[in-house]
């Protein structure tokens, strides 16, 4: 195991314990404050090591790794009449999901010399001030993000008494696609950067990216709005409350990320503007022409 290996395992155990005492501090409160004061806390924990290492990279993983303790934890607090084969769904799509994501970062992770480049970028224009940047920004904002995207995993793992109908088939079948798009956008990116006869300029434009010039951030948005078609199949009065978690993760994505890594691509490839204009985000939804 490398250095840097080494130090993001430490990173994260050393997480899962903060988690752990928190929520042990925490007992007797209702579970959804419980699991968001372990949250916060874990968070807070591998924003120590960020700071300690000067790299902020650190949290890139917690994105994809927080979800699944949140599952687990919830089913475990069940009450009774919560059905099975729903929990047994849900968990499996989380964990396939968050497993999934955490190694394709490992996998393109070069090490401690590596960071984000839109965390370089941050740490260009805020100078003094990268570090509560970095925090609020970077750590805290994600972290409540993504557990504002689980609320609807409360509502399908431990209290939704509902039997399974329709809508649970929907939501297993958008959750699952989401997956599997991510998946093969994920998998055909990789080839396409491993292929020596790429030049810089060269724009992917193939597989699920001929359909989608962000088929990869599509399919997290999707995920997001599974896991909230289960917690309406559900708790169908719920709703309209637990709308905050994929809006606001559909939000962060169309106006924040994708604007991001757009401009990037502007900038490094002279064909992009036009491969915009052609090929939509959302497959249907957008003028594409021959």
Do not use: K
Not at 107 to 125: A, K
Not at 154 to 164: F, I, K, M, S, Y
Not at 223 to 240: E, I, K, M, R
């Amino acid at each position: 195991m490398s250095r840097a290996t080494r130090a993001i395992v430490t990173c994260y155990v050393f997480a899962g314990f903060v988690a752990l005492l928190a929520a042990l501090a925490l007992g007797g409160h209702h579970p959804v404050a419980v699991a968001g004061g372990a949250d916060l806390a874990a968070t807070l924990a591998i924003f120590a090591f960020s700071l300690a290492f000067g790299n902020s990279s650190f949290y890139d993983a917690y994105w994809s790794v927080a979800p699944i303790p949140i599952a687990l934890y919830w089913a475990a607090v069940a009450e009774d009449g919560v059905p099975g084969l729903r929990q047994a769904m849900v968990l499996a799509l989380v964990a396939a999901w968050g497993v999934r994501l955490t190694w394709n970062w490992y996998r393109g992770w070069t090490g401690l010399d590596h960071e984000d480049w839109r965390y370089v970028n941050i740490r260009d224009t805020t100078g003094r001030l990268y570090w509560p940047a970095s925090f609020f920004g970077l750590h805290l904002f994600p972290t409540v993000q993504v557990f504002l995207g689980c609320l609807p995993l409360w509502l399908a793992l431990a209290v939704g008494t509902r039997p399974l109908g329709l809508l649970d088939a929907a939501a297993l079948a958008l959750t699952g696609g989401a997956i599997w798009l991510e998946a093969r956008a994920d998998q055909e990116l990789r080839a396409f950067r491993r292929n020596p006869d790429r030049t810089p300029e060269d724009i992917l434009e193939t597989g699920v990216w001929s359909w989608s010039r962000h088929p990869n951030y599509l399919g997290e948005m999707g995920f997001w709005w599974g896991l909230w078609l289960f917690g309406v199949a559900a708790v169908p009065s719920a709703w309209w409350w637990t709308l905050a978690g994929p809006l606001a993760m559909t939000l962060m994505f169309r106006f924040a990320s994708i604007p991001m890594i757009e401009n990037r691509m502007a900038e490094r490839r002279p064909g992009w503007p036009d491969h915009a204009a052609r090929v939509p985000i959302v497959p249907f939804l957008g003028r594409r022409s021959a």
